[in-house]
């Protein structure tokens, strides 16, 4: 008869051991994933790779959960270290006097490289279209990473990363799942010109 009264009670406490156990270990993932990102952005600043360099950060910050449980990441010009990301650029649509790029999980995999294997032994990478500014093909071409300030006289621009993921509940009991986000800002490192 106790065990009756106590197994529900005991297994309810045990599943939402597990339930909040994984959905923190997913948010950290997220918040970790904007984190490296936001510091690649940082590092490689107005570099015509840097959000290719931003995307490979955010890649291995997120490899505890997966790239496919990526729901997308914007890259954003953001206005100062309180900033949050603008609405059009979540759900990828460009307005006027808003500079961001939004990357889905299949953007990841893209090279910067048509022979990123140089398989054809000329010793040489041919750059591609999928990075680099090209109006109507690169995936980084509404913030053209070329465009940011990054000198010392003129000053430096702010790059916010926002990170969204979709956590999907194990058991269901309280939900089915709940959206998970981070938001990183930081100014891009000066070079002296």
């Known amino acids: 008869m106790e065990a009756a009264f106590v197994t529900f009670p005991f297994f309810l406490l045990i599943f939402g051991i597990m339930e909040m156990g994984f959905l923190f270990r997913n948010y950290l993932t997220i918040s970790n994933t904007a984190a490296q990102g936001a510091r690649a952005a940082s590092v490689y600043g107005d570099d015509e790779l840097a959000d290719y360099q931003i995307m490979e950060a955010g890649q291995h910050g997120i490899s505890a959960m997966g790239l496919d449980k990526l729901s997308f990441m914007v890259v954003w010009e953001a206005t100062g270290p309180n900033d ?3 609405a059009a650029c ?5 307005s006027t006097g808003v ?3 939004r990357y889905l ?3 990841f995999i893209l090279s910067p490289y048509d022979d990123p294997e140089d398989t054809n032994g ?3 990478l041919e750059e591609n279209d999928n990075f680099g500014c090209v109006p109507g093909v690169s995936v980084d071409r509404f913030w053209c990473p ?3 300030e990054d000198s010392v006289s003129a000053g430096t621009d702010y790059v916010g990363i926002y990170v969204e993921s979709e956590h ?3 058991t269901g009991f309280l939900q089915n799942s709940s959206t998970l986000s981070s938001t990183k800002i930081i100014r891009i490192e000066p070079e002296r010109n």
């Open 84 to 86: 949050t990301v603008p």
């Open 122 to 124: 000329d010793g040489d």
């Open 168 to 170: 999907v509940y194990l």
């Open 146 to 148: 070329t465009d940011r």
């Open 105 to 107: 999980p299949g953007d």
């Open 99 to 101: 500079l961001c790029n």
């Open 90 to 94: 979540k759900t990828g649509g460009q």
